[in-house]
């Protein structure tokens, strides 16, 4: 299914309501949600904002809604000094390396917990 389609109807709107929302017409949508007109940057990214995700999610690039909420960039840079600003795109096997890289952390921790309660 469409990522527009599907985010629309998660939030219970048809396809005028959005249309309206976003500032085109519910024909407009349907040609989008149907894949027989190409997204505009402009319509891309009132979208995104609007469902709170990436334009990457919104046109199927990524499993991830919205990875600076997912992965909580504004909390870690306190702990690790950086921000959101430092970084650019980051690619698919980018972050497959930082998702590998985290799954390592975290079971190397579990190892450690287990090891230091004797369990």
Same mark, same amino acid.
């Given at each position: 299914?469409?990522? +527009?389609? $599907?985010?629309?109807?998660?939030?219970?709107?048809? $396809?005028?309501?959005? /249309? !309206?929302? +976003? /500032? @085109?017409?519910?024909?407009?949508?349907?040609?989008?949600?149907?894949?027989?007109? /190409?997204? &505009?940057?402009?319509?891309? %990214?009132?979208?995104?904002?609007? #469902?709170? @995700? %990436? @334009?990457?999610?919104?046109?199927?690039? %990524?499993? +991830?809604?919205?990875?600076?909420?997912?992965?909580? #960039?504004?909390? &870690?840079?306190?702990?690790?000094?950086? %921000?959101?600003?430092?970084?650019?795109?980051?690619?698919?096997?980018?972050? !497959?390396? +930082?998702?590998?890289?985290?799954?390592?952390?975290? !079971?190397?921790?579990? !190892?450690?917990?287990?090891? &230091?309660? /004797?369990?």
């Amino acid at each position: 299914m469409n990522k +527009i389609k $599907q985010l629309r109807e998660e939030k219970n709107l048809n $396809q005028i309501e959005l /249309g !309206k929302i +976003i /500032g @085109v017409s519910g024909q407009a949508l349907g040609m989008y949600e149907n894949e027989k007109r /190409g997204l &505009d940057t402009k319509t891309a %990214s009132i979208l995104a904002d609007y #469902f709170g @995700v %990436s @334009v990457d999610y919104l046109l199927g690039k %990524s499993t +991830i809604r919205n990875p600076e909420k997912e992965f909580n #960039f504004e909390h &870690d840079k306190i702990r690790i000094g950086l %921000s959101t600003k430092d970084y650019t795109n980051i690619t698919e096997d980018q972050k !497959k390396q +930082i998702d590998d890289f985290a799954k390592y952390i975290l !079971k190397d921790n579990l !190892k450690n917990k287990e090891n &230091d309660c /004797g369990c």
